[in-house]
């Protein structure tokens, strides 16, 4: 049984890596560590706030990878000589991903108090105007099937 996706369309071609990224935004919101905050700054900003309590700025790693922003934390086992009675401050090894829109980048990555800070602003490109040159075709250049033709793209 195939899905059905808004994508499907013939309108929308080249919009297939949306779907996928949906996907695994669906797979990844159950994740429940550790907890975050996202927040609204200003019309062109955003800062994701991670409460890492218990993990250092060499512990943490924040990395872009085809437009996700990844978060990793894993802290170096040093409990060996401690004995716990009760531990409820989680220091397991984790992943969170966010995938970034077009045009989001990450400014900058700060730890204070146990916060993670990431901040990111929505850079606005300048529109480009593209006039595309139709050529005459000649005879017997009718597209085969298999055949791919060219066209010259020029930018004014």
Known sequence: MSRLSGFNSPLLLGFEHFERMLEHVAKT??????PYNIERLGDDGLRITLAVAGFSMDDL??????????????????????????RGIATRQFQRSFVLAEGIEVEAATLDNGLLHVTLARVVPEPEVRTIRIEKAGPGTRAAAGKRQTIDVSSE
């Open 29 to 34: 919101s159950a994740e429940g560590y550790p």
């Open 61 to 86: 790693a924040v990395t872009v990878e085809d437009k996700q922003l990844i978060i990793r934390g894993r802290k170096a086992e040093d409990d060996s000589q401690r004995e716990f009675l009760h």
